[in-house]
């Protein structure tokens, strides 16, 4: 068992190494910092099944290092949830074939309330229909599942994750956020803790 648990971990980490790494990411940074840090909007991430939890990790994270973010369900968004969105937000969707049907129903009516709200979108088939719309795309590299079967998202969702952790250090690096604006969002825990040290230890230096 320890063999094959080595190769599961190796194919993991090799389907990290092969995302990717081209405009698309850059180009949703701007688009994120244009919206939110510089015109007063948020992320509005998305997605169904694992990839939508891939979203509401990637939407919380953003909100704890300064961008702020919300999750929100697209199913849920067709009975009210919907209004949440506002003019200045960026709509952030994950699917891995880029054609989910609840998805591509957000993304239609998102266009409806807000026509000028820009999509970015993360996926791992550059020729399903989300990338054809959308303002900027970012590849997953459409990795084999890990899965016995091949099916259950475990593979693409680790990529899509990764891809969520660049976007969330690119943002931090380009509004230049600080340990102290960590401790203003995070006061509990042992990472409140240990921002509020360092930001004390920076001041002090």
């Given at each position: ?24 990411f850059e ?108 303002d ?35 943002l ?34």
């Amino acid at each position: 068992m320890k063999e094959e648990i080595r190769i599961l971990l190796d194919k993991e980490a090799t389907a990290i190494r092969n995302i990717p790494v081209d405009g698309g990411f850059e180009k949703a940074v701007n688009i994120i910092y244009e919206h939110v840090h510089k015109n007063g909007g948020r992320v509005i991430a998305s997605g169904m099944g694992k990839a939508g939890q891939v979203a509401d990790n990637i939407a919380t994270t953003l909100s704890s290092t300064g961008t702020p973010a919300a999750f929100l369900h697209p199913a849920e968004a067709q009975h009210g949830d919907l209004g949440m969105i506002r003019e200045n937000d960026v709509l952030l969707v994950l699917s891995n074939y880029g054609k989910t049907r609840e998805i591509l129903e957000l993304v239609e009516l998102t266009h409806h309330l807000y026509s000028d709200i820009p999509l970015v979108v993360i996926t791992g088939n550059p020729d399903g229909e989300l990338p054809r719309i959308c303002d900027a795309v970012i590849f997953t590299g459409n990795p084999e599942e890990v899965c016995a079967l091949g099916l259950t998202p475990t593979t693409s969702t680790t990529t899509m994750t990764v891809i969520g952790d660049i976007l969330v250090v690119l943002l931090m690096k380009k509004i230049k956020f600080t340990a102290a604006d960590y401790a203003r969002r995070h006061h509990g825990g042992y990472l409140g803790h240990k921002s509020r040290l360092k930001a004390n230890n920076h001041e002090n230096s």
